[in-house]
């Protein structure tokens, strides 16, 4: 595969995800103010989807983009990660000032928090999975591994924290999270 520009397989798949991400969540702002229900109704379900595209499964789509444009594995990793990080940062500094700095960084494990990494870990797992499988395919050689170490260790660190954070409808991570925020906060 040849290695296109910086620009084009890093700049342009995190820009992409990154602008829909924010028209998203501004357009869900803005519906509020909508008088016409119709009107608001539309601007919420269609900002609802890009939310969902561009928040938690944006790594699918972008890590396939980079794929195809010749990133490395730590190229793709950066850019199928950084708009859940951002993401994750805008929710977690809507409540600077609330907590005390110990309390602040240990809500990072709240799972509210985490879930849009997470779910992307498992988004860019199974999209270095169909990518490598296309490219075989595609290219006819079978040199190409459609499971590595890199996109083994993604899925199965995405999927075994889902498992985690989702066992029982989630009560067992709340109740995990709860009584370490117990033992060392009150």
């Given at each position: ?43 919420v ?35 199928s990660?950084?708009t ?10 809507g ?13 990072l ?21 169909w990518?490598?499988?296309?490219d ?14 890199g996109?083994?260790?993604?899925l ?31």
């Amino acid at each position: 595969m040849i290695r296109q520009s910086f620009y084009r397989r890093i700049v342009f798949p995190v820009a992409l995800i990154l602008i829909t991400m924010i028209i998203a969540l501004n357009g869900y702002d803005v519906a509020r103010r909508i008088e016409s229900r119709v009107l608001h109704a539309l601007v919420v379900n269609v900002s609802l989807i890009l939310m969902v595209l561009s928040i938690w499964c944006g790594a699918m789509i972008a890590n396939t983009l980079a794929y195809f444009r010749g990133a490395s594995f730590g190229e793709r990793l950066f850019v199928s990660m950084f708009t859940p990080v951002v993401f994750l940062l805008k929710q977690w500094l809507g409540i600077w000032g609330i907590y005390s700095f110990a309390e602040f960084l240990f809500l990072l494990f709240h799972h509210v928090v985490l879930s849009a990494v997470i779910i992307n870990l498992i988004g860019m797992g199974l999209s270095e999975l169909w990518c490598r499988i296309i490219d075989r395919v595609k290219n006819r050689d079978p040199a190409v591994k459609v499971v590595q170490k890199g996109n083994a260790v993604v899925l199965l660190l995405g999927a075994g924290l889902f498992t985690l954070m989702f066992w029982h409808f989630g009560h067992f991570y709340y109740y995990l999270f709860m009584e370490a925020y117990i033992r060392l906060f009150l």
